[in-house]
């Protein structure tokens, strides 16, 4: 939906539950009692009792006063999935949202309509506060979104408007947010699960494409691929190894390269080739376990308080007989938090192994005799692919130097809130690493397609390999004379976080990688 325009969809078993949420939240503002959320202040002024006639006003002020956000502003698809998991965290039926707030939401998607959200201001508790109210701040008619008015050449051109304006050109009212809507907008992990999802699909598209180029050099580096034998990761049953390896075998099948050196001198690769199962598998069962994440949270209700018959809840809950209304913290970040800086650190090390094979195609100390120094004829008037590996030393620098933003904690809010998450940092981070390692890999791959220049030309590659090879030649022509390689690498890169590198492959092969 973020990226490729999805239709939304809200069920009508989604809206009952709405509906039957809204009720109560009426009630118990009915019953008067004092109820977080619904009629008190918020944080440190949760002891601040507010009277019926200013609980308008209260959500009002609590959208305007938490966009204060800083930093650039979300991009397109960020602010798509920002949209999208707020609505769906609320459709659960626990957030007492009126109806006319989803179908805003709803017709915000739909019809292009795009607050402009500052990036930074989330502590990940209580949850993204304020770049969701830079979103929320729309809905009331304020702030500004950009609004899609046609294409230009497929791509959706824009205008900036106003909120009033904006909601006017999607044929919607900018509404007057009732008891516990304000909160119900604002609180929740939406910006930061809408970042790991995007993270989690292009970490995903990375380590396939790791896959891919990693099967290249150790056909052009003459490699064996006995290292990848399914009976190796039979005894060492780590899911991730076992797809690694059963993908750099089926990319090589029929490689009249791996073959041609059956029985050379060499006992073992070095680490980089030999154990890129084991480390491309790890980093695997890293973005699992972040994708098992995010697909709970995605699927979750995250603001707070939330609203419960009052049959399913503590007796000592607020609310009425009825309804019951529990503060409690699932707008904490750190069951993201946490996995995201996994995956940074996972995403780290599989841009380091690629830029080790790198080095083992270029360094005139370690290549293999058939390959010239830099992948160039004339090296020393020519340089090569020399600063191609700089640019990937650079980057899995970036990526190590990186912080674990989990691990810190600054308290807020008078210290009422006093441990917070920085997941949304943590997913920021992550998005970044992942991006610096699509380009590692990128070039891993543009060096491999050198190398295998190289080979002996009566000697095929292995058929996923072959076409690894061709998909890299179709947009980036072997090196003969030296020039600028900027342009080539974010070809290559392009390849890579598209996923068009993987089609062209797994049509090749005519079945899919793991």
Avoid: W
């Avoid at 770049?131 to 230009?152: F, K, M, R």
Wanted: with cysteine.
């Amino acid at each position: 939906m973020a990226r490729e325009d999805a239709p939304v969809v809200v069920p009508e078993s989604a809206r009952e539950q709405v509906r039957t949420a809204r009720e109560r939240v009426e009630e118990v503002v009915e019953s008067g009692e004092a109820v977080y959320g619904v009629n008190t202040g918020f944080g440190e002024l949760v002891d601040e009792r507010i009277p019926r006639e200013d609980i308008e006003q209260l959500q009002l002020n609590l959208v305007r006063s938490h966009a204060s956000g800083a930093g650039r502003e979300l991009d397109r698809e960020e602010v798509r999935a920002l949209l999208l998991g707020r609505l769906n965290a609320l459709v659960k039926g626990y957030s007492g949202v009126r109806e006319v707030v989803v179908d805003h939401l709803v017709t915000m998607l739909e019809e292009g309509v795009h607050p402009v959200v500052k990036s930074r201001g989330s502590l990940g508790a209580s949850g993204d506060l304020a770049p969701l109210a830079h979103l929320a701040l729309v809905l009331v008619g304020e702030g500004e979104a950009d609004v899609e008015i046609g294409t230009d050449d497929g791509e959706p051109r824009t205008e900036r408007l106003p909120g009033d304006e904006a909601l006017a050109a999607a044929d919607l009212e900018p509404l007057t947010l009732r008891a516990k809507e304000g909160i119900a907008l604002i609180n929740g992990t939406q910006l930061t699960v809408g970042l790991a999802s995007l993270a989690v699909v292009d970490a995903e598209r990375a380590v396939r494409a790791a896959d891919v180029a990693g099967a290249l050099t150790t056909e052009v580096t003459m490699g064996t691929t006995a290292s990848a034998d399914d009976s190796i990761a039979r005894v060492r049953p780590h899911q991730g190894h076992a797809e690694s390896a059963r993908n750099v075998k089926c990319l090589t099948e029929d490689s009249e390269i791996v073959e041609s050196h059956r029985n050379c001198d060499r006992v073992q690769d070095a680490y980089s080739i030999r154990c890129l199962p084991q480390v491309h598998g790890a980093v695997r069962d890293a973005i699992r376990h972040l994708r098992e994440a995010v697909e709970v949270e995605l699927n979750s209700a995250t603001d707070n308080p939330l609203i419960f018959d009052a049959a399913d809840a503590d007796e000592r809950a607020s609310g009425t007989e009825n309804a019951a209304v529990l503060s409690g913290g699932n707008f904490h970040g750190d069951p993201l938090a946490l996995p995201l800086d996994y995956l940074t650190n996972a995403v780290t090390e599989l841009a380091a192994i690629c830029e080790r094979r790198v080095d083992r195609m270029l360094n005139p100390n370690v290549q293999e005799p058939h390959l010239p120094p830099f992948l160039t004829e004339g090296s020393g008037l020519r340089s090569g692919y020399m600063i191609a590996q700089y640019t990937a030393a650079a980057l899995v620098n970036e990526n190590r130097a990186t912080g674990r933003p989990s691990m810190d904690n600054t308290p807020v809010s008078g210290n009422q809130e006093d441990h917070v998450s920085m997941s949304a940092q943590s997913a920021f981070d992550a998005r970044a690493a992942v991006k610096n390692a699509i380009t590692v890999v990128g070039i891993e791959l543009l060096c491999g397609a050198q190398a295998a220049e190289f080979v002996r030309e009566d000697l095929d590659h292995g058929v996923g390999t072959g076409a690894a090879y061709e998909a890299v030649r179709e947009v980036v022509p072997p090196l003969v004379e030296d020039r600028p390689l900027h342009e080539d690498i974010e070809r290559a890169d392009a390849l890579v976080a598209s996923g068009l590198l993987a089609k062209r492959v797994e049509a090749a092969l005519g079945e899919s990688l793991d």
